[in-house]
Each structure stands twice: as structure tokens, then as C-alpha cells.
């Protein structure tokens, strides 16, 4: 945590309380919602080790050791959703990554402002739709029967929504159509920032488009790029559930390539009624969040202390 | 000195063919809305339809009680959960803006491990419906997790300490006033561009949010929203997929035509469209400031 902040002058200690109360007062409504909202589930974690009753609620139920745990790691499932989730997001974080300092690149060597302002919109607008609009648009394109996909480019009729293979593709290009705007806005800030007296140098030596971008704006890029990155791989054990189940349409056909962490917890606990099997997923999903967030962290913390989150 | 090269043409070609794929989907999801249905059911979707009708959104102003109210519901809780958002977070950014606050240290870590350790949706949905009984009730689209997000007070703290001028506060207080008066005079109407960033991202999460509804919204409907709406719609045309059983009927019966359901999702992305234009700056900055900085 960094250090800045405003000087508010301190007497005594209980002069200062005395004088700011009003200040806890004011952090206090937050915080109440933040320990109801965050807190308690923390707690209600340990769930993962009884055998749920809705009746006795958490509290109340038997515990269960590791039951939970060795009913998930005895079905296929855990190493399916684990080896989804990892794969999926190390493909999100490598694509949106690439095309997003490229797009970057692009937009700022752009001579028309305009034409800048026009793509820089056009990235972000995709970000801005819920999932749930999102499974929409991929359904008019691959839909059974209406789908354009199907109409106007195959002679053959795919049943996109029941061909699994299809879809690491397919939801890899989504996630970047959708997301390739966030970073590459991150992107273009840091590259607006470099000192333009670097490229007037590199050029006045003659270099090339390709030698500015190489010896100039990646290496001024790479400490974002890094953060950014970290940052991503301290989140690969979540997913984003809308992407997963909206734009699959909870599809059961294409489970084994689109079934991750998240919507096997939904399905667990809202249609199965496995709590326990989805306490149990949830609860290994949160350690390892939580773990690799740490680890991730730390190495921010070492490569660019000011980005790093503690 | 930029000019016009083989460089500049490629990589303007690149970002317009790029752009065009970005805009074609939302185009197609219009074409969709204003096409005939018996078109549409015999060809698909096409960007270029055979016959043009304006059926399906004459059918939502018409008969579609569900679909206004599932407006209403979106716009109140949006225009509602995005205020209180907003309020909460610079109240409790505030606070934690200040350096010489007693146990400033304490309150900003409770903040902060929120953003490093979460309980997941299994023991938030028991507490959320067991403990505190919002299944069915307006406080499902209100409460869990959209109200306040630790990462959103970081960024109100950092901009207050340090976009605000340090002597602004020393007037202030020789002045004599009061913290909360100081927050109100100074703070608020100063910290006005980080407040409206958040408000557009708090915002946006109300209205893109179809989470709550799934979890805690099973029998009053009257209570969902757009997106829970369109998400049923979903749901009722996998259902007639995959069974057989007579309740199929039912699914088939509450099922609005194609045409509609287009009609219905653009509708619902037509607010954020009429107003990108005035709220991108704010979000695109904080996007820019708040992955960075935190």
C-alpha cells in the first residue's frame, strides 16, 4: 500500500478521535456492506467440509471431513474444469495481450485523430455488452437453422452447439472481440506517455518503423505488460461465467470443452442441488485464487513496486 | 514527421476491417429486430433481409407488459444501486484519502483483502438467501456484490489524495470546518471526474447484471430485468431443444417471436449506445488509471 495521502493534523491520539469521529462514521456503512457481502461468505467457506442441509443451515450441519473433496476429485469433472480454466484464460491473457499492444501500436502511429478516436470507441463498445446480449449475437451467427454461419457460408450445416472442438475457437475469438479493448486502452495510454524525444532520436539515426517499435515502444511497454499480465495470471483459476454460459447457451452437448470452474459451481448448486460438490469446487477454487494472487503480486512488487496491489 | 506510407495504409486497413467486425454483429442483431418473421424463420439472419417489418418492436410498445416492466426494473435499480454505489464508495474513500487518519492502515487493508480473497457464490448465495431472505425481492437486483467494489474506493482514495490540492484542505480547516463539511465543499465537487468514472462503471454493472436474477429470482418474474428476461428466453428455447415432455408447451407458449427476442436485445444495449458517447471518456480514463494505479 502506498503511503500518500493528506495530512490532517494529529494532536494525542484521543484528541484525534475525539476530532474525527465523524471520519469512522462515514467509512462505516461501507463496511458494513463489505462484511456482509465479503466477509461472512469467507467464513461460510467451510461449507466445503460439512454435508449441507438447507434446514440447519451452515452452521448447523454435520461436518463432513473431506468427503466433499474426495466425491470432486473422484469424478472426472475436477480435471476437466481445472484443465478448462487454466487453458481458456492462458489463451484469453496470450491473445487479448498480442493483438491488444499491436492494435495499440496501430492506433497511436494513426496520423488521423479522427480516424484514432473512431477505432479507439470501436475496440472499447463490444466491452461494454452484458454476456448476456453477447450469447445473442454469437447465436445470430451460429444458430441451427437461422444462423448466417450456417445459411450463407457452409453448404454443410454445423451444429455449432453441439460440436465441442468448435469451441475453444470460438470462444477465444469472442473473448478477444469483446476484451481486446481493455488492454489495448491500458496500452495506448502508457505508449501516449513515452517521451517523443526518444522517437526523434531513434529517427534522426535512421531507424526503421519496425527498429522505433522494437528498441522504443515495447521496451517502454514492458512493465505494463508485465503488470497487466500478472495480474491476469493471479485470476486464471476464475472465469468469466457469462462468457461460459451465455455465449454456450448452458449448452450440454459441449460440456467437455466449455464446462470451467465457475459454471460447474452454478450448475452444482442451482441445478443439481450438489451443494456440496459445489462447495467443495468453490472452496478449492478460492485457495488457489488466492494463492496465486499472492504470488503474483509478489513478483509485481519486485519488477515495479508501484503497481503492485500491497 | 508522420506522412502517409505503406505503414499508415496497412495499419488503417487492419483497424477498419476491425472495426467493421465489431460493428457488422450489432448490425446483424438490428437487421434481425426489423426483419418479417416468416423471412426470417425461412432464411435466418441476414444483413440484408428480403422483406422489412417493424412488427416486433410495435409488439414490445404494445402488449409487452413483461418487457416494459422488466425496462422498468432495469432503469429504476440501475438509476438507484448507481447513486447509493457512488455515495458509499467516496464516503468510505474518503477517509482512507487522509494520512494521519488513527487505524488508517487497518481500515484500508479490510478494503483491500477483499480484492485478494473471496468466499465464491456458494456460501454468498446461502447467506444472501437463508440468512437474509432476498429470493424474490427487489433487494436480489440490488444487493450482492454490485453496491461497492474495494477497487472502485481505491481509485476514489488515490484520486482525492492526490489530484486534490493539499492546501484546499489546510484553508479549510484553519476555517474551521468540519470533516464532513470538508468532504461536501471540497472533496465531492473536486473529486467529480473519478465519481463519475465509478458512477459509469457502477452503472453499467446494474444494467449488464443478470447474475442476481438467476441466483435469487425464481418465481417473481415481475422482478427481472432486462437481461434476466432475455436470459428466460434463453433458457425456454434450450428447454424446447432438448424435451419432449408436455410442459414444453408451456416453454413454447411464453416464447416471443425471433424477430422480438432481436428486438429485445437491442433495445436493451440502446441506452448504453445513446449515452457511450458521453460517458467513454470517463471510462476509457478509468480503465487507463485504475489498472495501473489500483
Request: glycine share 6%; hydrophobic share 50%.
Amino acid at each position: 500500500m502506498s503511503n500518500n495521502g493528506k495530512e490532517i493534523k494529529s494532536g494525542g491520539k484521543t484528541e484525534a478521535l475525539k476530532r474525527y469521529w465523524p471520519l469512522y462514521l462515514m467509512f462505516l456503512p461501507g463496511a458494513i456492506y463489505l462484511f456482509i457481502n465479503n466477509y461472512i461468505p469467507m467464513g461460510g467457506l467451510i461449507v466445503a467440509f460439512k454435508s449441507y442441509s438447507a434446514k440447519k443451515g451452515i452452521w448447523g450441519s454435520a461436518w463432513c471431513g473431506l468427503d466433499n473433496f474426495k466425491f470432486l476429485f473422484s469424478t472426472p469433472d475436477a480435471w476437466v474444469i481445472t484443465r478448462n480454466t487454466l487453458l481458456y484464460n492462458l489463451a484469453f491473457i496470450l491473445t487479448t495481450t498480442v493483438v491488444g499492444i499491436i492494435f495499440a501500436i496501430f492506433i497511436c502511429d494513426c496520423i488521423s485523430k479522427r480516424a484514432q478516436k473512431i477505432y479507439q470507441s470501436a475496440i472499447l463498445f463490444p466491452y461494454l455488452m452484458s454476456s448476456v446480449v453477447l450469447g445473442y449475437i454469437v447465436y445470430a451467427f451460429l444458430s441451427n437453422s437461422t444462423g448466417i454461419v450456417n445459411n450463407t457460408l457452409l453448404s454443410e450445416p454445423i451444429n455449432w452447439y453441439a460440436t465441442p472442438n468448435a469451441w475453444p475457437f470460438i470462444l477465444v475469438f469472442v473473448n478477444l472481440w469483446k476484451g481486446v479493448g481493455y488492454g489495448c486502452l491500458i496500452y495506448i495510454s502508457t505508449i501516449n506517455g513515452i517521451d517523443t524525444a526518444l522517437y526523434e532520436a531513434a529517427t534522426l539515426d535512421g531507424a526503421t518503423k519496425w527498429q522505433q517499435i522494437k528498441n522504443v515502444t515495447l521496451p517502454e511497454l514492458k512493465p505494463t505488460v508485465i503488470t497487466l499480465t500478472l495480474m491476469s495470471i493471479g485470476r486464471v483459476f476464475y472465469s468469466d461465467f457469462g462468457l461460459f454460459y451465455q455465449v454456450t447457451r448452458n449448452s450440454g452437448m459441449i460440456y467437455s470443452t466449455t464446462n470451467v470452474i465457475d459454471t460447474y459451481v452454478y450448475r452444482g448448486l442451482m441445478e443439481q442441488n450438489n451443494v456440496g460438490m459445489s462447495a467443495a469446487a468453490g472452496f478449492y477454487q478460492s485457495i488457489c485464487g488466492f494463492i496465486l494472487v499472492l504470488l503474483a503480486n509478489q513478483i509485481v512488487r519486485k519488477i515495479s513496486s508501484e503497481n503492485a496491489l500491497l | 514527421m508522420k506522412k502517409v506510407d505503406a505503414y499508415q495504409i496497412v495499419t488503417n486497413i487492419i483497424m477498419i476491417l476491425w472495426t467493421i467486425i465489431i460493428i457488422a454483429p450489432f448490425l446483424l442483431l438490428f437487421m434481425s429486430s426489423i426483419t418479417e418473421e416468416n423471412v426470417l424463420v425461412a432464411n435466418g439472419y441476414s444483413f440484408f433481409p428480403a422483406k422489412f417489418s417493424i412488427a416486433s418492436y410495435a409488439y414490445i410498445i404494445r402488449s409487452g407488459a413483461t418487457i416494459l416492466k422488466s425496462y422498468a426494473v432495469s432503469i429504476g435499480v440501475t438509476a438507484v444501486g448507481t447513486l447509493v454505489s457512488v455515495i458509499l464508495s467516496a464516503m468510505m474513500a474518503y477517509p482512507l484519502s487522509l494520512r494521519n487518519l488513527p487505524g488508517r492502515r487497518v481500515l484500508m487493508f479490510l478494503v483491500f483483502f477483499t480484492m485478494l480473497f473471496s468466499g465464491g457464490i456458494v456460501p454468498s448465495y446461502i447467506m444472501w438467501s437463508n440468512t437474509f431472505h432476498i429470493k424474490d425481492t427487489i433487494f436480489a437486483q440490488l444487493l450482492p456484490n454490485l453496491l461497492l467494489s474495494a477497487w472502485n474506493v481505491m481509485m476514489i482514495r488515490t484520486y482525492f489524495s492526490t489530484s486534490i490540492p493539499d492546501a484546499l484542505y489546510e484553508a479549510a480547516e484553519i476555517d474551521g470546518a468540519s470533516q464532513i463539511r470538508i468532504f461536501r465543499i471540497i472533496a465531492l465537487p473536486l473529486g467529480k471526474p473519478i465519481l463519475v468514472t465509478i458512477g459509469t462503471f457502477a452503472g453499467l454493472g446494474y444494467w449488464n447484471d443478470w447474475t442476481n436474477g438467476l441466483y435469487y429470482i425464481s418465481k417473481n418474474k415481475d422482478l427481472y430485468n432486462v437481461q434476466n428476461l432475455l436470459n428466460q428466453m434463453v433458457q425456454n428455447i434450450q428447454y424446447l431443444a432438448t424435451s419432449t415432455s408436455s410442459n414444453a408447451n408451456a416453454a413454447a407458449a411464453s416464447l416471443p417471436a425471433t424477430g422480438i427476442q432481436m428486438a429485445i436485445a437491442f433495445v436493451a444495449i440502446l441506452p448504453i449506445m445513446l449515452i457511450f458517447p458521453f460517458f467513454q471518456k470517463y471510462y476509457a480514463k478509468g480503465i487507463a488509471v485504475g489498472a495501473v494505479k489500483g
